[in-house]
């Protein structure tokens, strides 16, 4: 039988939660202080803490202090003082979960159902991996590279959570490298055995995706000739990471809700809620109270979902960061080639100038396209992107500085026109080599020229 502890002050609301858990056949034991919880676990270690925040002699936090003492408890925060700071912090510590005053039993049962789906007989299960120091690695950690301050406050912040099973919420640009952070805080949790699947919302027709996530039943609608399981009960045991989750319409929002609140879903086309394990991950390139403003995200389920937020920088503000990760990409490139390159030294200068609008992912497919165009051993800068100040070279101006001028009122379209003409006369004909100043892919480049050729020139 499982033991769970109850630490809280309030006799009443203590009373309440003994009899809900008792009746879930767990035996129980209950303190009122800090010290007396104290004394309670080293009578007898529970599997389960229910631990108020405000007690008499402290915070409950401050049971944390001794991790001996807690063991692999897992504790779960109980209070009627919620707020964003204090959930935070209580991650960071390591508790399992935070259930705000009064309590729904949907969440209650939800906790008790995984304490419960281990039997006290049973070993622990196998501790998350841990991480390695970033300096001492080569500057990875996990799937991510750099060692800027900015991605070492996200590496804390990793660290602290991954163990945890509460959700987290990344934002970040688009190439920024989100599902990476998503699947190194699900490398270093305790279910870094079970399945990682991640779902792009934005990807799948808003028809299909209940069925896909979800699942349906056989019949349940035209085409359903079969039983389908859903990304929940795929990822059983393991990790749902929901990519661009603004992009999920509202009514499934709704239900996606229900099921953080209840841990229960059930599937198109049936009457029958079945229990899920997973742990979510969900990310956003938008920001998220924007997105709430906008209509595009609920915001009670930006608050369920935002128990643990993670900002993810922008390459451009981690530039030291640049030349470690494009000799990261060189590498994996030429292992996959069979050709063995590597950057000079005015390669890299004019990779950490560049501001990378498109991120990582920009970088990643920049260093692709250099290393393809390249002759020899050394990759220079001649196929790389140039810096914002030399990218716009074009028709002579004063002192003979390349460069072109566009009255106010000028289109969009008619810009880009002439950037691209300009750009392509300064590089001498050679589209590849404009592409690479650009910022664009070759198949672009060659799109818009076929556009502009049927149409007289642009003028400024």
């Known amino acids: 039988m499982n033991h769970v502890l109850i630490v809280d002050d309030d006799t009443d609301s203590a009373t309440t939660l003994r009899e809900l858990v008792r009746a879930d056949r767990f035996s129980v034991a209950v303190a009122h202080t800090l010290r007396d919880a104290r004394r309670q676990i080293a009578l007898q270690p529970p599997d389960l803490v229910l631990l108020d925040l405000q007690l008499p002699d402290g915070n409950g936090l401050d049971l944390f202090s001794d991790p001996q003492l807690i ?55 196998a501790p998350a991996p841990t991480p390695r120091d970033p300096a001492a690695d080569g500057g990875r950690f996990g799937l991510l590279w750099g060692q800027s301050p900015a991605m070492r406050r996200v590496y ?33 949790s305790r279910r870094h055995a079970g399945p990682f699947l991640a779902v792009n919302c934005g990807a799948i027709s808003p028809h299909l995706m209940e069925s896909e996530i979800f699942g349906h039943e ?76 906008q209509g595009k995200l609920r915001e009670d389920l930006l ?64 260093v692709h396209r250099a290393y393809v165009m390249a002759d020899g051993e050394a990759i220079d800068a001649q196929w790389l992107p140039l810096p914002a100040a030399e990218a716009a070279p ?15 009122g000028v289109s969009m379209a008619q810009a880009e026109r002439l950037l691209i ?29 076929k556009e502009y050729a049927g149409e007289p020139p642009a003028r400024p």
């Open 218 to 293: 056989k019949g349940s609608f035209t085409g359903a000739d079969r039983q389908h399981l859903g990304f929940f009960e795929r990822a059983g045991g393991g990790t749902l990471f929901l990519d661009e989750i603004t992009e999920m319409p509202l009514d499934l929002q709704v239900k996606l809700l229900r099921v953080l609140e209840t841990g229960r879903f059930m599937r198109v086309g049936s009457t029958q809620s079945i229990q899920t394990d997973v742990r979510i991950i969900a990310a956003t390139n938008r920001v998220p109270h924007e997105a709430v403003a």
């Open 156 to 188: 804390e912040q990793i660290h602290r959570v991954a163990p945890t099973s509460v959700t987290v919420l990344i934002t970040g640009e688009s190439g920024s490298g989100k599902e990476l952070v998503a699947q190194t805080v699900h490398g270093f």
């Open 394 to 408: 074009a028709l002579p101006g004063p002192g003979g500085t390349p460069a072109i001028t566009l009255p106010v």
């Open 71 to 125: 063991n692999d408890s897992d504790i779960v925060l109980v209070t009627g003082h919620a707020s964003l700071d204090s959930s935070i912090e209580a991650m960071r510590r390591g508790a399992a979960d935070y259930l705000v005053k009064p309590i729904a039993m949907q969440q209650l049962q939800r906790v008790l159902t995984r304490c419960g789906a281990r039997p006290a007989s049973e070993a622990a299960p």
């Open 303 to 366: 608050y369920r979902l935002a128990v643990f937020p993670i900002e993810l920088p922008p390459l451009r503000e981690r530039l030291d960061d640049v030349p470690l990760l494009a000799r990261h990409f060189l590498e994996d490139i030429s292992r996959r080639e069979g050709a063995v390159r590597r950057f000079d030294a005015s390669a890299l200068r004019q990779l950490a100038a560049y501001p990378w609008p498109g991120n990582v992912r920009e970088l990643r497919n920049a």
């Open 421 to 449: 003409e300009a750009t392509l006369n300064a590089c001498q004909q050679q589209k590849e080599r404009t592409a690479a100043v650009l910022g664009i892919s070759l198949k672009t480049l060659y799109n818009r020229l």
